[in-house]
C-alpha cells in the first residue's frame, strides 16, 4: 500500500531552486510528523528536515538558511523548498512519516546539481 508519493526531483544547476512535494495518505499526514531524508551514492541517509504536526521544524545543519519545509493540511503534502542548491545537495530524496518510532517511506525521487 503506497502511502508517501514524492514529486519534484530533477537536474538543477548550482545556486538554482527546486521544489519537492509528498503527497501522504490521509491516515499517515495527519498524525505524523513529515519529513525529509536523502541518501548520496556511497553515503547513508541523512536527516534533511522535519516538520512536525503543529509546524514546528527542524533542519540538518548542511541546509539551513537555504532549505524550507512545509505543511498543506488542506492537501495532506508537505514540500521541500530548496533554494541555492550545491553539488553536494545530489541525492535521492525521501519523502518520512515518523511516529512513535515506527517510519513510512516513499520510494524516493532524484535530484542532480550540477556545478
Known amino acids: 500500500q503506497v502511502q508517501l508519493v514524492e514529486s519534484g526531483g530533477g537536474l538543477a544547476q548550482a545556486g538554482r531552486s527546486l521544489r519537492l512535494s509528498c503527497a501522504a495518505a490521509v491516515s499517515i499526514f495527519r498524525t505524523h510528523t513529515m519529513g525529509w531524508y536523502r541518501q548520496a551514492p556511497g553515503k547513508q541517509r541523512e536527516l534533511v528536515a522535519t516538520?512536525?504536526?503543529?509546524?514546528?521544524?527542524n533542519y540538518a545543519d548542511s541546509v539551513k538558511g537555504r532549505f524550507t519545509v512545509s505543511r498543506d493540511n488542506a492537501k495532506n503534502t508537505v514540500y521541500l523548498q530548496m533554494n541555492t542548491l550545491k553539488p553536494e545537495d545530489t541525492a535521492v530524496y525521501y519523502c518520512n512519516a515518523e511516529r512513535g518510532g515506527i517510519n513510512h517511506w516513499g520510494q524516493g525521487t532524484q535530484v542532480t546539481v550540477s556545478s
Open positions: 516538520i512536525t504536526r503543529t509546524g514546528t521544524t
